[in-house]
Every structure is written in structure tokens, then in C-alpha cells.
């Protein structure tokens, strides 16, 4: 029996590798293994030669399984330190710089927009986000009952002043009458920025989304120019021809007016949660300003007239690169932004 657990020994200390042990373990101290074979007897033993042989079989086994543990021990260590080594890092030395960025796509498309209409003749204007009650609705034609100012649609605040309470602006288009109350005429001009809406999340609306919106105020100003200036742009931004249409719609700052919508983009037509499975997407209002909307910034509507369009530039960067989630793009997460990154507005 010494023989056998003297065998079992050498083998477990020649044991070379981890692995070569583990082989080693289950022949040995397993179900099957030597200490097994010296019980398989047991019951033909006397008493006095059972005591004997079970103390003998427990010497065995601890023998055994402290030469077992300690070649173990001396494995993982050893294993750990390869590890250690392999992936060591030096904390003492200089950070690599500054990771470079790169633009929000939102504002690379903006950028190209405001290049655009800069050859155009447009000015681009910006204004403030905390709009008052008379700028954002008031001169616009849009009075104290219409529906946009229903509590689900606007975020008030508390405050106010002589131009009625504050709010965070549902348009930019404060900036358009901010435009005609100081600029002098004719006007062209562009505002784009954030805007906010008590809206219900989902893959096309957000809280918090970006505009950009324009007009032009001139004498014999038409629905032709409105087109032009419209396919200019959506021809400059998609780099190739788009399907559109032009629907008939209210708005009360413009008439007439009209819903230019565009073929989806993600789907192509067929209908996805983007498009709410219609294959058009709603792409911007526009149409010839309201008379009355001139009137309230001070503009003789005998004299001048003119064109007004607002574009979700959200929506834009969402049928320019394919995007079927609007919440991808302010989620902050870089796995989604590196993914713009380009020579021409790398920083």
C-alpha cells in the first residue's frame, strides 16, 4: 500500500503544469482514484485491521492532498505573476494627452446649413432660450387660447415681465421677430438653436431637440422663392435628390401655408417607427407670412411681404445618417458620437 501512495506522491510533485496537476488529482484522489482502490476491502477486514487501515488511508490523504495544494498554490502564484507582469502599468508615467474630439453631428449639419445660406445673403441671428410670452406667441399671431399654449405643450416659468411671463422658447422662431423689430429691410436671415416641448419620448420626439428656422422679407416676394430656397437646401444637405411633398397646413404666422414633408429616409418608403410607418417625415412648415406678423413688428404689409420655413435640425440628422432613434443623439454616449468623427471638423 506504501507503494501505491509512494507513486501517487512522485506523480503529483512531477506534476509540470496546472493542467498536468489537475489529470493527476482526479487519478489519485478521486472517486476512482488510489485512496479509493486501498478502501474498496474494507469490509473484509477484521476490526483490529480496519482501524489500522482506515489511519493508514487518512495519513495517506492528507499527505497526498497537502502536496496537491501546495503544487496548486505555487501554479496560481506563479500564474498571477505572469499576469501581474504582463499587465503592469506604470501610473508614474505622463497621462497621453487630451483624447481628440470631434463635432456633434447636429452641429456639423447646422454649420453646413449656416454656410449655405450665408452664400445666399442670410444673416445668422441667435437669441435666447428663456423667450417672453410675447415674442415666442404674441407676435406671432398665435393669441392667449391657441393650442400651443396649452400646459402640455410649453414649458412655464413662474416668472414674467411687461411682454407677459417667461417660458423656454417652443420655437426659434422669437428670433425671427427679434430680427424684424431691429434689422433694417429687406431681411434675410437664419436662426438656429435649442428649443423645448413638454413632449412624450420616443424614437422621433424629444423633450429637448434642435431648429433651425428662416425668412425673407422683400417686395414681390412668392411661393416660387420659398420653393427655391428649399430645394437648394435639402439638395445641399442630402448630397443627392430627395422625394418631397407639399401639403396645405395652418400655421398662424404664415399664409398661405404648407407641410413639406420628406420620403423616409431609414425605410426608403415601406414604414418604420421613425416615419410612424407612413413613409413620409414632416421635415419643416412654411409659407408666406402672415400679414399680421409683420404688422406686430412694426413691417407695412402694403409694402413688403415675405417667406418663413422651420426646420428640425434633429430630424435632419436623423434622415442624413440613417438614425432610428432621436434619443441616440443626446444620449452622450461616445460609441455613438465617434462614429461622426471626420478630418474636415475633428478638433
Known amino acids: 500500500m506504501q507503494d501505491l501512495v509512494d507513486s501517487a506522491l512522485e506523480r503529483i510533485n512531477s506534476a509540470g503544469t496546472a493542467a498536468d496537476l489537475e489529470v493527476v488529482r482526479v487519478d489519485v484522489l478521486g472517486r476512482k482514484g488510489v485512496l479509493a482502490q486501498l478502501s474498496k476491502d ?3 477486514l477484521t476490526a483490529d485491521e480496519k482501524v489500522a487501515r482506515g489511519k493508514f488511508i487518512n495519513a495517506a490523504k492528507q499527505t497526498l492532498e497537502t502536496a496537491y495544494e501546495s503544487l496548486r498554490d505555487r501554479f496560481a502564484s506563479e500564474a498571477l505573476t505572469a499576469r501581474l507582469d504582463s ?3 506604470d501610473l508614474t508615467v505622463p497621462a497621453p494627452g487630451v483624447k481628440p474630439g470631434a463635432l456633434h453631428p447636429i452641429t456639423q449639419i447646422q454649420w453646413e446649413i449656416e454656410d449655405l445660406f450665408r452664400s445666399l445673403g442670410f444673416s445668422v441671428l441667435d437669441g435666447p432660450e428663456v423667450e417672453t410670452e410675447h415674442h415666442n406667441f404674441d407676435a406671432l399671431n398665435i393669441p392667449a387660447d391657441h393650442p400651443a399654449r396649452d400646459m402640455q405643450d410649453t414649458f412655464w416659468l413662474d416668472a414674467g415681465g411687461p411682454l407677459g411671463r417667461f417660458l423656454l422658447r417652443t420655437h426659434t422662431s422669437p428670433v425671427q421677430v427679434r430680427g424684424m423689430e431691429s434689422l ?18 420616443d424614437a422621433s420626439h424629444e423633450h429637448t431637440f434642435y431648429q433651425l428656422e428662416g425668412m425673407m422679407i422683400d417686395k414681390n416676394v412668392s411661393v416660387g422663392n420659398l420653393i427655391y430656397f428649399m430645394k437648394t437646401l ?8 430627395v ?3 407639399l401639403r396645405p397646413g395652418y400655421f398662424p404666422f404664415v399664409e398661405p401655408g404648407f407641410e413639406l414633408d420628406i420620403r423616409c429616409l431609414i425605410c ?7 416615419c410612424k410607418q407612413s413613409g413620409w417625415v414632416e421635415l419643416l412648415p412654411c409659407g408666406l407670412i402672415n400679414p399680421h406678423v409683420l404688422s406686430k413688428s412694426g413691417i407695412d404689409p402694403t409694402q ?5 420655413f422651420g426646420l428640425g435640425l434633429t430630424r435632419l440628422v436623423m434622415m442624413r445618417y440613417a438614425i432610428d432613434d432621436i434619443r441616440w443623439l443626446q444620449s452622450g454616449d461616445l ?8 478630418e474636415q471638423f475633428a478638433q
Open 42 to 44: 474494507m469490509g473484509k
Open 87 to 89: 499587465e503592469w502599468l
Open 184 to 201: 433694417p429691410l429687406p431681411l434675410r436671415m437664419i436662426a438656429p438653436g435649442r428649443v423645448f416641448r413638454n413632449e412624450s419620448v
Open 234 to 241: 435639402l439638395s445641399a444637405i442630402f448630397k443627392r435628390e
Open 243 to 245: 422625394t418631397v411633398r
Open 268 to 274: 426608403g418608403g415601406p414604414g418604420c417607427p421613425v
Open 304 to 308: 413688403w411681404n415675405g417667406f418663413a
Open 335 to 342: 460609441r455613438f458620437l465617434d462614429q461622426f468623427k471626420s
